[in-house]
């Protein structure tokens, strides 16, 4: 492979990267009680906790201290699943065409426009994992690197969102429903390595990411604020990459760890310039915003019409002036009707004033062709309720939704 071979996969493999949620001890214990009807603490390690849902579907882990004390508390907890994880993945991947060499070189290259604190926090889980230092790069990778395998450059559908809030719900509170998506019957496997893992670093805020097991990086999230972040692949608008910037998905943990309002979030993200194109939903208890965040400059778009904000792999027209021709028009809606149908499906009277979490599955049911977002390629989904900091969880192919109440897992709510 050449030199410029090299550089185009690692540059396509950070566009699908982006794509792509106590008592000290040296070992994991398992613990005979249960103390919550919704979780059910099953280990500790170090001072963090690992927990399972309430049919015994997803895992949840508590963690608090220092980023490489988190990280050792993760490795800790759930050791044996992700050396699992690693052992499967990277098979898969392998046999798919991408040796477990240029799997490497694929993740250390990633890992190198990551923040200093989510490396440290790989740093940690290699120490307490039992998996070297190298392969906790690999498997933070995993996904994406089976998405290069599968996609082999072609750009999926990946990823929409829907927040109602105001007359479109019960109560006025904000509801978000988020669709992750790659391709469903390639990763559907994994998702019994859905989990949500909760952060309380030192500093700044605790926060909650939804992810696969070992996948640092934070696509989907809600801090102890109530502020809930989703991100979804912009590049049809702005397909451009600029290299040495920090990748979104990691300042996304940033964010969630250092804002605490929907306006300070939209600011960061605005200030910070963007190596890849990407589509970011900020929401609370009130209100939501799309920031759409260009290699070329960002701006924060407000509600379709009050109460009503959709979002998937697209920037919404009409564009700022002076954007001037550097944004790509939207595809027709033939093409990609998902940002209509979540529009159309949320103000119809089947939904419009009734969108609360039940609503919302249901809506989250229907499949694209027959007027929804949901399709093939629709791996995970996330239902996010910030005035309650509480979240449900749905990996498709493996199980149906899961409760997690991050109230009492969020130390500095």
């Known amino acids: ?11 396509y493999m950070v566009v699908i990267l982006a794509l792509l949620l106590s008592l000290a001890g040296s070992c994991a214990k398992c613990l005979a009680y249960e103390t919550d009807p919704l979780l059910k603490p099953v280990r500790v390690f170090e001072g963090g906790t690992a927990y399972r849902t309430s049919e015994d579907c997803y895992w949840v882990l ?35 065409g991408i040796d477990i060499c240029e799997q490497l070189e694929n993740a250390k290259f990633w890992a190198s426009v990551f923040s ?9 889980i290699a120490e307490s994992s039992g998996l070297g230092e190298d392969e906790v790069l690999i498997l933070n990778a995993g996904m994406s690197n089976l998405s290069y395998a599968i996609l082999q450059g072609e750009a999926p559908s990946a990823c929409s969102g829907l927040a109602v809030w105001g007359r479109y719900t019960p109560d006025g509170a904000l509801v978000f429903g988020r669709n992750w998506d790659i391709d469903r019957a390639a990763m559907e496997r994994y998702m019994k390595y859905l989990s949500v893992v909760v952060f309380n670093p030192d500093s700044g805020n605790s926060f909650a990411s939804a992810h696969p097991l070992g996948n640092v990086y934070a696509e989907t999230g809600m801090n102890d604020k109530g502020m809930f972040i989703e991100l979804n692949n912009g590049g049809r608008s702005d397909p451009e990459y600029v290299e040495g910037r920090e990748e979104t998905a990691s300042l996304l943990a940033t964010v969630l760890n250092q804002c605490s309002t929907v306006d300070e979030a939209g600011k960061l993200l605005c200030d910070t310039p963007a190596s890849l194109s990407h589509i970011i939903q900020i929401a609370d208890a009130k209100e939501c915003v799309s920031v759409e965040r260009a290699t070329f400059g960002a701006r924060v778009r407000k509600a379709d019409q009050e109460g009503i904000l959709a979002s998937y792999n697209s920037f ?24 209509s149908n ?34 093939s390629g629709t791996v995970y989904q996330v239902i996010a309720l910030p005035q309650e900091l509480t979240m449900w969880i749905r990996g498709l192919g493996y199980f149906g939704w899961q409760q997690i109440d991050l109230r009492d897992l969020l130390v500095n709510r």
């Not at 492979?1 to 540059?11: A, G, P």
């Open 342 to 375: 979540l529009i159309n499906l949320a103000n119809s009277p089947d939904f419009c004033g009734h969108l609360d979490v039940g609503s919302m599955m249901k809506l989250m049911d229907i499949d694209v062709r027959h007027g929804g977002a949901v399709h």
């Open 316 to 339: 919404v027209p009409p564009y700022p002036d002076e954007w001037g021709n550097r944004a790509a028009d939207p595809p027709r809606e033939a093409e990609d009707p998902r940002y």
């Open 62 to 96: 508590r963690l608090s201290g220092s980023w490489r004390q988190m990280g050792r508390q993760y490795g800790g907890l759930v050791r044996d699943e992700l050396r699992q994880f690693y052992a499967e993945i990277t098979a898969d991947v392998e046999e798919r």
């Open 116 to 124: 200093p604190d989510l490396n440290e926090l790989m740093k940690g």
């Open 1 to 11: 492979m050449s030199r410029n071979e090299s550089s185009s996969i690692r540059r």
